[in-house]
């Protein structure tokens, strides 16, 4: 390293998405790194580095996705190997952060895992965070390391740009959308529109109102994730009965748990519109979900982190 910037680099991956580090490391011009990411018999995690990754600036890409635990544990393990091989610089690239859901105590006696994960992830070694679309953008500041916190919302605003929908409204499943839904909403031109929900237990909503006016509309539903897709989809089917003329849907992570896939088949939604920073299995890919790729904005983060430029421009 001359002057803070490195002479070279080289990208990494795990297990959790390979097909999403091969796009990116292909619109960089650069080979995924040499290294073995396997499991011992009793389960426990190995992880060989094949070649050098001294005085080298690295980025590991790594979804903390479904199996959670195994995914995190990977990027954890691999950071430290990389750590204890000198590497120039870590830097972790989290397309989807998880245990993100838990980032305050709502109740006596909660864990805040989002906070935890960050402490994790520091211990380890990592220098550098690169994410996208975080629950909570709040939780950028539980690390005390840098955290570049990237939005899919620009990617999902070119896709509905370019269908050129008529009487588009955005509407927000949930009050916890509300800012995003404002933001999708002002590149768009078009309104915004509020759904009053009332959760009485985890993973399970309930519509209970709508704010401002769906009534002949084209309605595009943002959120951040779909995991059972409850909310999306119940909100989806109350701009049905509320009078929408199409019910398009959006969200940055597919993790698409339990009764998801069956609950977007028999909802309202004509399309579901998601991003590729968690891998969708053939099983859960249907005619309703087209998905679109974050490479080339991963990619052009990663090449600017390298080259000391600013990143503002993607935000």
Known sequence: MRNGVFADYKIFTGNANPALAEEIAKIMGKPLGKAAVNKFSDGEISVSLWETVRGIDTYIIQPTCDPTNDNLMELLIMIDAMKRASAGRINAVIPYYGYARQDRKAKARDPITAKLVADLLEAAGADRVITMDLHAAQIQGYFDIPVDHLLGMPILVKYFKEKNLDDLVIVSPDHGSVS??????????APIAIVDKR????????????IGDVKDKTVVLMDD??????????????????GAKEVYACATHPILSGPAIERIEKSAIKEMVLLNTIPLPEEKKIDKIKTLSVAPMFAEAMIRVFTNTSLNGLF
């Open 225 to 242: 994730m779909v995991d059972t897709a409850g909310t999306i989809c119940n909100a989806a089917n109350a701009m049905k009965d509320m």
């Open 180 to 189: 995003r839904a404002r933001s999708m909403a002002q590149p768009l031109d």
């Open 199 to 210: 959760r009485q237990k985890a993973n399970v909503s309930e519509v209970m109102n709508v």
